[in-house]
């Protein structure tokens, strides 16, 4: 660990690499390409794809692969070993035609009806954007995917393609602001992991863990995260060395985790990345995810990435932190000493404002699972509800100018807490609002609605989008306004008039808010069912068809893939438990009540009192019975249900109903008697 910076990136093939190890020209040539957007030639690309071989190899590789992102949510590879046959042995070659395109199955991934089962074809297509990297003996080349007939069947090719409508449109602007220098905007962003870690022994004995990711059944424990004693608490030596692998593993990949600690919930922890492109944060994200996995089974513990592994204590979420960068280094969210005068931040500001508003709904839907539906709302995490919280200073200043007053800015002010060998330092203007959907927080965004197992790439890809369709109107306007300076003001201004009903600094948790959320006319859909189905409304086909981000058939393909894949993963969840009841659960309870039941028995023929174990072996069998009889009718509304709002309407309230008896029934059973691990021992079996 001494030598950080010399094993980071130590399995990338970066910049500094291709300057190494390329000639001077093609490494020229490459970067040439890469700045003006243009293909690769076939020559360029075996001289590239040479010298990669090459250094994979030297590195330990004896494979590579094609890692893409379909629209599992999770990556794909399938790998080729570099040999090729010659005479009675063999070489190691890798062309530059399989450098740039693969041909994987497109039939086995969800294409949401863009593919047929006999329709197989599909293809990879090699993004230079990100570098390549060797994961364990493979060298992973981060491609695009995409259909036989041309249609995106994964997240980066959208990604990408919404990233360059925003360099687009926000280059108009800036070019109306005289900056000649700049090139290139590029979306950028900083992600928030958050996991549990349980013994891994003991998420074996959970068929529920198994096959979900979250435990279906579970009583409340003694304690949970009422002492708020686990946040920021001293690491557990066994956490803390999965956190000092994961932390070597991710920075030999190029990945920059920066900031770990214990979350809220017990067992519940964070990671935090510095920020990079949203294409290559999104790429990292990923790679973060599969690693936590793989690591922590190396120190025998589980990573439970789903939103809601456990009832009673908080969930995990993934926080999206998002701004724009230029290529000269300047963020174009930074508000500068004084914002008020800063003409180019408050249009950019402004143009986020009027998107989040126009597009709320499709920021709702980007955030839309099974697994977030249990977090949204739940006083844990934001509502399902858009909003905007940007602070007292910037919604005084933005007060100001739709009102045309003048703006008295309030002296940044000095911490002092009172002791007086502590050094001073200035106070934020703006406190965190971490009730927030969508929060300023300085220089950035913070999108707080993400669930952890999400990919990235959909929030930001409406975001990208969306931001990207505002400033295209702006540089409409302001591009054939004879006064310039005349025009921003007043498109500032009647922004702020037209969009305000967005931006909200107060405490999204209570009633009150949701009350005048919809006096004001926001969205609100409550259920991942329910806003899935607005994801192919005609605003949000037209708004991804003006910028050439998703055809209609590619956004009817998600609708399908994603509903579809909330039916399943309601089916699966409910088949579980209907499995661990009928298995497990009620022979547990009717074996327990059995025994009682003799007990009684054996005390009345002695003249021994019994009411104790009689009242208990009454309550048993009754819920027993109870629990039989919500089996049966959780069966019956699986038979019944066939679409996502169906799962909704029908499944989720049976499961709940079983759940709840079942959650009864377990305090009142011995635990060696229950067949599973309850959730005192899992929210608390890493203790060393």
């Given at each position: 660990?001494?030598?950080?910076?010399?094993?980071?990136?130590?399995?990338?093939?970066?910049?500094?690499?291709?300057?190494?190890?390329?000639?001077?020209?093609?490494?020229?040539?490459?970067?040439?390409?890469?700045?003006?957007?243009?293909?690769?030639?076939?020559?360029?690309?075996?001289?590239?794809?040479?010298?990669?071989?090459?250094?994979?190899?030297?590195?330990?590789?004896?494979?590579?692969?094609?890692?893409?992102?379909?629209?599992?949510?999770?990556?794909?590879?399938?790998?080729?070993?570099?040999?090729?046959?010659?005479?009675?042995?063999?070489?190691?070659?890798?062309?530059?035609?399989?450098?740039?395109?693969?041909?994987?199955?497109?039939?086995?991934?969800?294409?949401?009806?863009?593919?047929?089962?006999?329709?197989?074809?599909?293809?990879?297509?090699?993004?230079?954007?990100?570098?390549?990297?060797?994961?364990?003996?493979?060298?992973?080349?981060?491609?695009?995917?995409?259909?036989?007939?041309?249609?995106?069947?994964?997240?980066?090719?959208?990604?990408?393609?919404?990233?360059?409508?925003?360099?687009?449109?926000?280059?108009?602007?800036?070019?109306?602001?005289?900056?000649?220098?700049?090139?290139?905007?590029?979306?950028?962003?900083?992600?928030?992991?958050?996991?549990?870690?349980?013994?891994?022994?003991?998420?074996?004995?959970?068929?529920?863990?198994?096959?979900?990711?979250?435990?279906?059944?579970?009583?409340?424990?003694?304690?949970?995260?009422?002492?708020?004693?686990?946040?920021?608490?001293?690491?557990?030596?066994?956490?803390?060395?999965?956190?000092?692998?994961?932390?070597?593993?991710?920075?030999?990949?190029?990945?920059?985790?920066?900031?770990?600690?214990?979350?809220?919930?017990?067992?519940?922890?964070?990671?935090?990345?510095?920020?990079?492109?949203?294409?290559?944060?999104?790429?990292?994200?990923?790679?973060?995810?599969?690693?936590?996995?793989?690591?922590?089974?190396?120190?025998?513990?589980?990573?439970?990435?789903?939103?809601?592994?456990?009832?009673?204590?908080?969930?995990?979420?993934?926080?999206?932190?998002?701004?724009?960068?230029?290529?000269?280094?300047?963020?174009?969210?930074?508000?500068?000493?004084?914002?008020?005068?800063?003409?180019?931040?408050?249009?950019?500001?402004?143009?986020?404002?009027?998107?989040?508003?126009?597009?709320?709904?499709?920021?709702?839907?980007?955030?839309?699972?099974?697994?977030?539906?249990?977090?949204?709302?739940?006083?844990?995490?934001?509502?399902?509800?858009?909003?905007?919280?940007?602070?007292?200073?910037?919604?005084?200043?933005?007060?100001?100018?739709?009102?045309?007053?003048?703006?008295?800015?309030?002296?940044?002010?000095?911490?002092?807490?009172?002791?007086?060998?502590?050094?001073?330092?200035?106070?934020?203007?703006?406190?965190?609002?971490?009730?927030?959907?969508?929060?300023?927080?300085?220089?950035?965004?913070?999108?707080?609605?993400?669930?952890?197992?999400?990919?990235?790439?959909?929030?930001?890809?409406?975001?990208?989008?969306?931001?990207?369709?505002?400033?295209?109107?702006?540089?409409?306007?302001?591009?054939?306004?004879?006064?310039?300076?005349?025009?921003?003001?007043?498109?500032?201004?009647?922004?702020?008039?037209?969009?305000?009903?967005?931006?909200?600094?107060?405490?999204?948790?209570?009633?009150?808010?949701?009350?005048?959320?919809?006096?004001?006319?926001?969205?609100?859909?409550?259920?991942?069912?329910?806003?899935?189905?607005?994801?192919?409304?005609?605003?949000?086909?037209?708004?991804f068809e003006r910028h050439k981000v998703f055809t209609r058939a590619e956004l009817n393909s998600r609708q399908e893939t994603y509903l579809g894949h909330y039916a399943k993963v309601m089916n699966i969840e409910a088949l579980t438990m209907l499995d661990m009841v009928h298995r497990d659960i009620l022979p547990a309870i009717l074996t327990y009540s059995a025994k009682l039941a003799g007990d009684v028995h054996v005390k009345r023929e002695i003249g021994v009192k019994s009411s104790v174990e009689s009242a208990l072996c009454e309550k048993l069998s009754d819920l027993a019975e109870r629990i039989d009889v919500a089996a049966s009718r959780l069966r019956e509304a699986l038979s019944d249900a066939r679409t996502a709002a169906e799962y909704r309407a029908r499944v989720w309230p049976a499961m709940q109903t079983l759940r709840d008896l079942v959650d009864c029934a377990e305090p009142l059973i011995p635990t060696k008697l229950w067949p599973y691990p309850n959730y005192g021992s899992l929210l608390f079996s890493v203790s060393e």
């Amino acid at each position: 660990m001494n030598k950080m910076p010399d094993i980071f990136g130590s399995r990338v093939f970066n910049d500094s690499v291709m300057q190494n190890r390329l000639p001077h020209e093609t490494y020229k040539a490459f970067k040439r390409t890469l700045a003006a957007g243009q293909s690769l030639t076939r020559e360029l690309a075996d001289i590239i794809a040479s010298a990669m071989k090459d250094w994979a190899v030297e590195q330990g590789a004896t494979h590579y692969t094609h890692w893409f992102q379909p629209m599992t949510g999770i990556t794909a590879e399938k790998h080729e070993a570099f040999i090729h046959p010659q005479g009675d042995g063999v070489v190691m070659e890798f062309s530059g035609k399989e450098l740039i395109s693969g041909e994987p199955d497109a039939s086995s991934f969800p294409s949401g009806g863009l593919r047929a089962t006999f329709e197989a074809r599909g293809y990879t297509a090699w993004d230079p954007t990100s570098y390549a990297f060797i994961k364990d003996k493979t060298l992973c080349i981060p491609t695009a995917f995409c259909a036989y007939t041309g249609e995106a069947l994964d997240k980066k090719t959208p990604l990408l393609k919404s990233m360059e409508a925003l360099n687009v449109q926000a280059l108009r602007i800036l070019r109306l602001f005289g900056k000649s220098d700049v090139h290139r905007v590029t979306a950028t962003v900083g992600s928030e992991q958050e996991y549990f870690l349980i013994d891994q022994e003991m998420f074996r004995r959970r068929p529920d863990l198994i096959y979900t990711g979250r435990t279906l059944f579970g009583a409340r424990p003694p304690k949970g995260q009422d002492l708020d004693d686990h946040y920021s608490g001293v690491l557990k030596p066994r956490v803390a060395a999965f956190m000092r692998e994961l932390d070597e593993e991710l920075w030999k990949l190029g990945v920059p985790a920066k900031t770990e600690h214990n979350e809220t919930a017990p067992s519940q922890h964070e990671l935090a990345s510095v920020y990079a492109s949203a294409n290559v944060t999104t790429d990292h994200n990923q790679l973060i995810m599969e690693l936590m996995k793989k690591i922590a089974a190396r120190h025998g513990m589980a990573c439970l990435l789903h939103e809601k592994p456990f009832e009673w204590v908080n969930g995990s979420g993934k926080h999206n932190n998002w701004s724009m960068a230029t290529d000269t280094g300047i963020n174009l969210l930074e508000s500068g000493a004084s914002p008020i005068d800063n003409a180019q931040f408050l249009l950019f500001l402004c143009a986020v404002i009027q998107a989040v508003d126009l597009y709320q709904g499709l920021l709702r839907i980007s955030t839309a699972s099974a697994g977030n539906d249990h977090r949204l709302g739940g006083y844990e995490a934001p509502p399902a509800i858009m909003s905007m919280s940007l602070g007292e200073e910037l919604t005084a200043i933005l007060s100001a100018l739709e009102s045309e007053l003048t703006y008295n800015s309030v002296p940044r002010m000095e911490m002092n807490i009172g002791v007086n060998c502590m050094p001073r330092f200035p106070r934020d203007t703006a406190d965190r609002n971490r009730t927030s959907p969508f929060a300023f927080t300085g220089n950035k965004f913070e999108l707080r609605m993400l669930g952890s197992s999400f990919s990235v790439a959909g929030p930001n890809i409406v975001l990208n989008t969306a931001v990207a369709d505002v400033l295209k109107d702006f540089a409409d306007e302001l591009e054939k306004a004879k006064n310039f300076t005349g025009a921003l003001n007043t498109l500032i201004r009647e922004t702020i008039r037209a969009h305000k009903r967005i931006i909200f600094n107060g405490n999204n948790y209570t009633e009150e808010w949701t009350r005048e959320a919809e006096s004001r006319g926001l969205i609100n859909w409550p259920s991942s069912a329910e806003a899935l189905s607005h994801m192919n409304d005609e605003a949000y086909v037209a708004l991804f068809e003006r910028h050439k981000v998703f055809t209609r058939a590619e956004l009817n393909s998600r609708q399908e893939t994603y509903l579809g894949h909330y039916a399943k993963v309601m089916n699966i969840e409910a088949l579980t438990m209907l499995d661990m009841v009928h298995r497990d659960i009620l022979p547990a309870i009717l074996t327990y009540s059995a025994k009682l039941a003799g007990d009684v028995h054996v005390k009345r023929e002695i003249g021994v009192k019994s009411s104790v174990e009689s009242a208990l072996c009454e309550k048993l069998s009754d819920l027993a019975e109870r629990i039989d009889v919500a089996a049966s009718r959780l069966r019956e509304a699986l038979s019944d249900a066939r679409t996502a709002a169906e799962y909704r309407a029908r499944v989720w309230p049976a499961m709940q109903t079983l759940r709840d008896l079942v959650d009864c029934a377990e305090p009142l059973i011995p635990t060696k008697l229950w067949p599973y691990p309850n959730y005192g021992s899992l929210l608390f079996s890493v203790s060393e």
